[in-house]
């Protein structure tokens, strides 16, 4: 009989090809003996296997929302608080304190460095640093403060080895579009008030702007519309304190003012490429260069100033104009001077119940020889952007209709039947007001502020804010004022030692405000 084949049973496992796995020698017990090979191989293949792990969380919307919630609450509670915080403006009492720590520290670091020469530095900062505590103790906080910054600019100049080697050079004012490039730097960048300056910077004028330099000699360089001018020289000599003050200026035109006060030998220089100016004494001059012609074109109107140029040397006097080029001088003449202004006075205010009807009547005295004049008028004191610049005037007066409220400044020069102008009058301001200026009942005293007070050997630059429309004295010295209310003085002190400044407004009812602060001089 054949065999049959085998058929599976229900329940009995279907036996497997061996798949390599060598059964053990010996009967009877062979199934159990290679059955853990088997789940040992299939224990590995699983643990071989990648094992993919899911763990579902379900968050209601209105958790979700919650958590928005809480993180919109976080960061406006963070950000009061850091406004709070830059908002917070000290005391009186904290600002003095902060500034008197910051002097001892400097004192003390100014004391360490400074050499047996600078022992009289050293002690002006000491005695200034005394009088701020003793001011504090007193609880006169403002006066404490002014007194420890002041000892701190001593200290500073120590730090900075600036005693005696060179003084600094600030921007005064400015009005409209003015750059300045820091020496070593291809980048300019905007410009403000009390910008210090240092040799190698360029200062640069578009064609609405114009800004004025002041060196602590007191000496004020105003560059005009359209300029570059870049600043060559600052500096002292330690034994003979002559000073010297060189410009360069590379296109347009500056008018340099320089006091009578310096020691002999000091000299403010203004250099084109074609020509030199150098005043010595109490002088004022203009210098114009045009860059494409390469003319030079130098007038002084008061003191002398010595022309180099062409390989000649020209001392220029009073209401004298030279022009040159690089190869030779041009012209040299006299100029006429410039007219004196007769109305409106300074700071004269004009009441009218609508200005827009009114005129305003411009009046300045004739000058000999003058065939015609020239008016400008303009809202700032630099007269970077002109309201009005009238050439062909032939008589001595100008009607002005319908002006807005508002300030005013003006001024005039005349023009030769050679088509020769004269320097520019003095610069005068008047005010167009409304009805509201008629006030009677007003008598509250108007705010002033005195926001910067900076002492530097014979000079202190104060900067501040009082009411628009006020009349302002520095030191007996009448400062003008800005339809803002803002103001910056330049103050000659008189004397070394300890002077008292006097800083008055008045409003145009006639109240006043005083500030008196004390600043401490000491020559070296």
């Known amino acids: 009989m054949g065999s049959s084949p085998a058929v599976a049973r229900p329940g009995t496992r279907k036996p497997k090809a061996d ?14 003996a290679w059955r853990p090979a088997i789940q040992g191989e299939r224990v590995a293949r699983e643990k071989q296997k990648p094992q993919v792990l899911l763990d579902w969380t379900t968050v209601s919307y209105r958790s979700i929302m919650r958590g928005v919630v809480y993180l919109v609450l976080l960061l406006a509670v963070g950000g009061i608080f850091y406004y709070l915080k830059a908002a917070r403006r000290d005391t009186p009492e904290e600002a003095a304190l902060h ?17 047996p020469d600078l022992v009289r530095v050293v002690e002006s900062a000491r005695k200034l640093l005394d009088s701020a505590r003793l001011s504090f103790e007193r609880q006169d906080f403002v006066e404490a403060r002014a007194a420890a910054q002041q000892s701190q600019s001593f200290s500073q100049r120590i730090l900075e080895g600036s005693v005696g080697e060179a003084f600094t050079a600030k921007i005064y004012k400015y009005e409209g579009d003015v750059k300045i490039k820091r020496a070593r730097q291809f980048v300019w960048d905007g410009i403000a008030s009390n910008t210090a300056l240092r040799v190698g910077d360029q200062i640069k004028t578009a064609g609405n702007g114009s800004a004025q330099i002041i060196y602590f000699d007191g000496t004020i360089t105003t560059i005009k519309p359209g300029s570059l001018l870049e600043i060559r020289e600052l500096s002292e000599d330690p034994t003979t304190k002559v000073r010297k003050v060189r410009e360069l200026l590379n296109w347009g035109g500056v008018s340099a003012s320089m006091p009578g006060a310096s020691v002999p030998g000091s000299f403010h220089e203004v250099a084109t490429e074609s020509a030199t100016a150098r005043a010595m004494s109490k002088a004022q001059f203009d210098v114009a260069f045009d860059a494409g012609t390469k003319r030079t074109r130098t007038e002084v109107q008061s003191g002398s100033a010595e022309v180099r140029a062409a390989g000649t040397l020209v001392t220029l006097k009073p209401l004298e104009r030279m022009e040159v080029n690089a190869e030779q001088v041009i012209s040299r003449k006299k100029i006429l001077p410039a007219p004196a202004l007769q109305e409106p006075t300074d700071q004269r205010v004009f009441l009218h119940d609508n200005p ?3 005129s305003t009547t411009l009046r300045w005295g004739r000058v000999n020889g003058a065939a015609r004049y020239r008016l400008q008028i303009a809202r700032t004191a630099l007269f970077g952007d002109l309201l009005l610049d009238k050439a062909d005037i032939r008589s001595a007066s100008v009607k002005i209709p319908g002006l807005q409220e508002g300030n005013y400044y003006w001024r005039a020069s005349c023009i030769d039947g050679n088509d020769i102008q004269s320097p520019f009058s003095e610069i005068r301001k008047f005010k167009v007001a409304g009805p509201e200026e008629r006030r009677s009942d007003d008598t509250q005293p108007p705010p002033l502020q005195v926001l910067d007070f900076l002492p530097t050997g014979h000079l202190v630059i104060v900067n501040g804010r009082t009411e628009p429309g006020a009349v302002l004295s520095v030191d007996g010295q009448q400062i003008d004022v800005y339809e803002d209310g803002a103001f910056t003085a330049v103050v ?8 008292e400044v006097e800083i008055v407004a008045q409003d145009p009812a006639g109240n006043r405000t005083r500030i008196r602060r004390n600043v401490y001089v000491e020559s070296f």
Do not use: V
Not at 19 to 32: A, F, I, S, V
Not at 492 to 499: H, I, S, T
């Open 356 to 358: 827009a009807s009114e």
């Open 19 to 32: 798949k390599g796995l060598r059964r053990p020698h010996g009967g009877g017990r062979t199934g159990r």
């Open 492 to 499: 000659r002190l008189k004397r070394d030692g300890l002077n």
């Open 99 to 115: 500034e008197i720590g910051r002097a001892e520290r400097m004192y003390r670091e100014a004391q360490a460095a400074a050499g």
